[in-house]
């Protein structure tokens, strides 16, 4: 059995640590055919998002990928980012945070079609799942230009069974 990699629960904790601490966090990314964003966005094969309780609906960060529907330009669009391209998460006030070394080497890296990327829905059975402004029905704002947080605005953890 192989060791789970320690980067996915370091990412969640940073998010967590930011949103404790009223900051914005932010997740850097090396784009490549697997990583779902808007590429109209992607600057030197790399994008900055926002992943903010307010800028994202129905966020999910599990082992193998960081999965949520942001706005763009006013648009809903479908966010998928495998762990593996994660290049840091951090505070954008003040760029507290952790740096991650790219591995394009995973397994789930190699070989997958875009395609075959599942696509966003409620968290599978025994996952974690953020609750987000969506699913209560808060109106979400675009993900390039969510405000930071307020403390009464904290995410909350949901475990399914």
Not at 63 to 71: I, L, P, Q, W
Not at 120 to 126: D, F, L, R, S, Y
């Amino acid at each position: 059995m192989s060791e789970t990699s320690t980067k996915p629960y370091f990412m969640r904790a940073i998010y967590e640590w930011c949103t404790d601490n009223g900051y914005t966090p932010y997740m850097a990314v090396k784009v490549t055919p697997v990583v779902r964003v808007p590429m109209e966005f992607v600057r030197n094969g790399e994008i900055v998002l926002n992943i903010s309780f307010g800028a994202t609906s129905g966020l999910k960060m599990d082992n193998d990928a960081v999965a949520f529907h942001a706005r763009f330009g006013g648009v809903s669009r479908e966010i998928y980012v495998p762990v593996g391209n994660v290049q840091a998460v951090y505070a954008s006030e003040n760029g507290q945070g952790m740096a991650f070394e790219v591995d394009l080497s995973e397994p789930d890296m190699a070989g997958i079609s875009p395609a075959a990327i599942p696509e966003i829905t409620k968290p599978a059975i025994g996952l974690a799942a953020v609750s987000t402004r969506a699913e209560t029905g808060e109106k979400s704002t675009d993900a390039a230009q969510a405000k930071p947080e307020k403390k009464s605005e904290k995410p909350s953890l949901k475990i399914i069974k």
